[in-house]
DNA sequence: CTGATCTACAACCATCTGGTTGTTGATTAC
DNA sequence: GTAATCAACAACCAGATGGTTGTAGATCAG
């Protein structure tokens, strides 16, 4: 498996991460190209520091990186939390289909005499 | 498309609801097989009214159910919103390989003369 | 050197969150 | 009928969240 689970901490923050509008196009804004914190805090109706803090808990949740490139601090996108967050919602599906298969053996089984 | 996108404010209640250990363990045990309200409250070291809580956030996503059983209130999942928010970040997947794409046009370029 | 820019950080605030206890109302079991 | 079970709801609480303003430290441009 190329992908492996999140921990159930890194699952709260990265959902957490991703449950705010804003997050999720800060996020969308550097996977398509990397981008400074000011810049980012000139695209939304807030102030710099809360662009600032919104950044920190895309940080904390792993989902970008920030590096200092002379005085400015440069935000890249890292694919790999949404990838395993993408993988535990796959499980979830496994899970139903898993349900979808159990009960599917049941329609199928003789009516009356049990399996057992 | 199957399946279509959520709205902002769908996004917004789904991944917070998924961003709760014990609400991402909730969705997997009624994706399993349906539970009762009480039932799952036995489930967790909490009380009732926190496990309550904790459906009715689910709930208000989409990820879940209540239908009445005489006193019992039965939960079930719903995988839609589910699908729905891995269409989100199958979304986020594409926006990486688009800036791959634009960066290998980039590299495949002639070192000197611009492409216009 | 001086001023503008980019960032960090502290303090504050209103609201939301996740939990609690206690009360009440249906429904079921005896 | 009475008691137990299941659920809803109100009220409360500590702490987190998402925002603000203000101050201050680096770095860059003139």
Do not use: C, N
Not at 9 to 15: E, G, I, L, P
Not at 21 to 42: H, M, P, Q
Not at 69 to 92: C, S, Y
């Amino acid at each position: 498996m190329v992908v492996d689970q999140l921990t159930p901490d890194q699952a709260d923050r990265v959902f957490h991460a991703l449950a705010d509008r804003t997050r999720r196009d800060i996020v969308r804004r550097v996977l398509g190209g990397e981008a400074s914190v000011s810049a980012l805090g000139r695209q939304y109706p807030m102030s710099l520091t809360a662009v600032q803090k919104h950044v920190a808990v895309l940080e904390l949740a792993g989902l970008v990186t920030k590096t200092r490139r002379g005085r400015e601090q440069i935000v890249r996108a890292d694919l790999d939390p949404v990838r395993r967050a993408t993988a535990l919602l796959d499980q979830f599906e496994a899970l139903w289909r898993a349900r979808m298969d159990r009960m599917g053996d049941l329609l199928a089984e003789p009516e009356q005499g049990a399996t057992k």
